[in-house]
């Protein structure tokens, strides 16, 4: 099982930028899914979180700007950043609350994507 991270990038203050995770492996159920991220010195902070039947939960900082949203059928979850902020710059991380065919529930985690917000 691996998550895969696509969609960081450079953008203007102001600016929009989507993220995408993709879970593929031998997957039974994925529950929770959602992003962190970081910055240098600093600890990993939850950015947002989507349980499986859609209900999201924001950091308080993002709230009204991000949007997150998840595809089932896909194990695919997406992160919207509106109105980017230069306090967005980080590396982003998606993870997963998994149910594997070979290992149990356990928690998957994307190799990290950089979002650079320029003033």
């Known amino acids: 099982v691996q998550l895969q991270a696509f969609g960081g990038g450079l953008v203007q203050a102001g600016g929009s930028l989507r993220l995408s995770c993709a879970a593929s492996?031998?997957?039974?159920?994925?529950?929770?899914m959602g992003w962190y991220r970081q910055t240098p010195g600093n600890q990993r902070e939850l950015v947002a979180e989507i349980t499986r039947g859609g209900t999201a939960n924001f950091a308080d900082s993002v709230k009204d700007r991000f949007t997150i949203s998840r595809d089932n059928a896909e194990n695919t979850e997406y992160l919207l950043i509106n109105s980017a902020k230069p306090e967005d710059t980080a590396v982003y991380y998606c993870y997963a609350d998994l149910l594997a065919a070979t290992k149990g529930w356990y928690t998957y985690w994307g190799q990290g994507t950089q979002v650079t917000v320029s003033s």
């Open positions: 492996g031998s997957i039974v159920s994925i529950n929770a």
